[in-house]
């Protein structure tokens, strides 16, 4: 994401549409981050298992908070919404390691 | 490619089964002139970045062994880390920085080369054997094995089983047990804890203390890397570009041997014991003269199957008290600076009591009467035999220059040790025995030890 990348220049009209996108979305509303709300595919089946111990259980403590929120039709008060700055992509990193390795695997297998 | 976790004790010198062949000096000299393999001197030398490298090279066979050894063993273990080295020693085959563990495994096995870390109580030895065509990778995934480690938490967690299953396997083997308490009675901490990991700590593992254990440790000055059929220059240059996880130095503890008795009951039809006093280091001008006498008291039976009392003094006095199977040998276990001496004994456990006052009763008139001159010679060739018979295998040979290069820094050729082997004296042995023997006891039993006295009920 262009936030997560480290060394890229982003324009700042750039930087504007995606916070602007982000407040407009449902998830931070349930004090959600970016990384809880990915699909879980095999990869980030495997990197979720890679988590340590406190990562995961705030994961899950800010998922079952959302599922209680959203079945109750109800959102978390503003000032508690997640906010871009506070967004971590705790994921990424898991899931770059995963797809090197079956990367490499793949490399391997070819031959 | 298998990681072997195999864990022996490679200082005891002398294996119980020799079959020691009547060679006379005459078969010997020639033998020396024709056997070009093992009898070169080692070039050692120094990196930059302070790792020893030594190398032997040998022309005759196209496999090459290279041995990276760090002098990290259970002695260096603090209380709170018991049988680090033994989660160490598994965890060989996870991932590294540089590789992760499929690429590791696959690249072994595309040079059809084997890896696997080795544990005396005093080293962690990793080692590659491959061929020489294939050095520049093997010795690649040796070093990133061997400095690298990662330890991945996900992975370390999967190698717990591992240690569980070791730690399951040594429960069974009373032998193994016995070692464990022998060591543990003897020196308590130091050379006194456990190549195997308790079962306190099974799960307990983490991926920061591994990583802390490993930078304190893994200093250059206490590693050392050696090849076996490769040239010394070829080898400096696999090297370059290694890099030692530790820094600083850290002195090792001296090993302070206490004595005392442990027993543990476990039932059965048979007892094991041990009883020993402190030998010598590897250092100790006497220690030749050691390992000659414990050839004179006798290391098992010489001829395969046969009860071994022509061969073994031990053996003798312990058959004059029991008719029932037993066997004894002398142990003589060293570490660069202390030792064990004495022997083990397996019997019946209604005939142990008899086997243990007769055995020792025999080193006790070694003190007193003295030794024959024909039993000194007969030892002397003894030594140089078993020395010989080992070094023919290539590994045999690279561990035993990597504990040598560890705790003396410098490599002895087997002429050197032939040498020293031949001028030791009748005198020098009666010296060695009067010191040794004397000294105060270390006693370990397991099995049903209903019949096994106490160390008082022996002194």
Redo the contacts between chains.
Sequence with gaps: MAVAAKNVAVPVWRMTLAKWAYNKSYFPSLGMMRDDCLYETDVVKEAI??L?NNVYDARQFRMSRAIYLSCNKDTLPKDEWTKIEEDELYLQPYIAEVE??RD??RE?NKQ | MSAKFTSRSVLQAFKRHVSARANTARQESTDAAGLQVQDQHAWVSKLPNGVTVASLDSTTSPVARVVLVANVGPRFEESDQLGITHCLRVSVDQANKSK?A??LT?HLTQIGANLSCTATRENLMYSLDCLKDNLDIGVSCLVSAATQQAF???EIQDCQQRIVFEAAVVEQQPEARLTEMLHQVAYRDTLGRSLYAPSHMFGKYSSEMLMEYVNKNFTAERMAVIGLGIGHKQLTRYLKTMSVPGSGSNTAKAAKYSGGEVRHEIGGDTAYAAIVTEGLGSQNKDAVALSVLQCVMGCGPTIKWSNGSAASKIIQAAGQATDQPFATSCINTTYSDSGLFGFYAVAQASQMGQVLKAVLSEFGSVTKNGVADQDVQKAKMQVKACAAMMSENGSNVIQNIAQQLLSEGTVQSQEEFFRLVDSVSKQDVVNVAKKVINGKPSMAAIGNLSTTPHLDELM
Excluded: D, N
């Design positions: 298992k890679r340590p090197r390795e490499i695997k391997w | 992760t499929f690429e696959r991945k938490p996900w």
